[in-house]
């Protein structure tokens, strides 16, 4: 039953993200699971206009506390933090700040302007079935920036009838709009000791478990 409703959900997003993403900055995924610590590709797929790409950054969405780049040795990535009005126990300690920006930079060997790059990386996603999360980002090359920064107009939410034709006209409205994904609500956590039995062995009913 959720499958067909993530299904129905993958389709009108591609839909709307057909035609326009592959000129510009996308992710991998259309949805995610509220919840979830989820592995994401942001793919470059060019440089600023006929310049090569010597970095990215983007911004972790408001909500996002839990971010992270994979390792790759063929960029330097820093991270730029934001100070938590009160600590939160994260992995099983405080912090106090969290990532606010991640950027690669440096690279081994620029990346040619027609050229394409997936950069990973993983975040945990916000309580926040239905909503639409949209990560700002901003191609760097050597004289210029490619920023795919811009919002909706109005927010975006997966619960409206209208959501396919309006994500669809935000996606068309500028050349440079924000990668954005779906956030969906789970079945089951993540972590399988978080678990009831029920919902561990998939039996009918897990979901009306997991609301009580």
């Known amino acids: 039953m959720l499958k067909s409703t993530l299904f129905a959900t993958a389709a009108a997003v591609g839909l709307a993200l057909a035609a326009p993403a592959s000129a510009h900055n996308a992710l ?5 699971y509220a919840g979830y610590s989820t592995p994401l590709t942001l793919n ?5 206009h006929a310049s090569p790409v010597v970095g990215l950054r983007i911004k972790v969405p408001e909500g996002i506390v839990d971010a992270k780049a994979a390792f790759d040795p063929n960029w330097t990535v820093e991270y730029k933090m934001r100070k938590l009005d009160k600590p939160i126990m994260m992995h099983g300690r405080p912090v106090s700040e969290v990532p606010d ?6 690279p081994v060997k620029q990346l040619p302007a027609d050229g394409w790059y997936p950069f990973k990386f993983r975040m945990t996603m916000p309580e926040t079935p ?12 050597p004289d210029a920036t490619d920023a795919y920064i811009d919002m ?3 927010e975006l939410r997966v619960d409206d009838p209208d959501f396919a034709k309006k994500a669809w006209a935000f996606m068309t409205a500028t050349p440079t709009p924000a990668p954005f994904l779906v956030i969906r609500e789970p079945v089951k956590k993540q972590s399988p000791w978080e678990w009831t039995p029920e ?3 998939g039996e009918t009913g897990a979901q009306e478990a997991m609301a009580k």
């Open 28 to 32: 991998d995924l259309k949805e995610a």
């Open 44 to 48: 470059v797929n060019h440089g600023c």
């Open 101 to 106: 920006e991640i950027s690669w930079s440096n």
């Open 130 to 141: 239905n909503k639409v999360l949209h990560v700002k980002a901003i191609t760097v090359c």
């Open 152 to 154: 909706p107009k109005e």
């Open 199 to 201: 919902q561990a062995r």
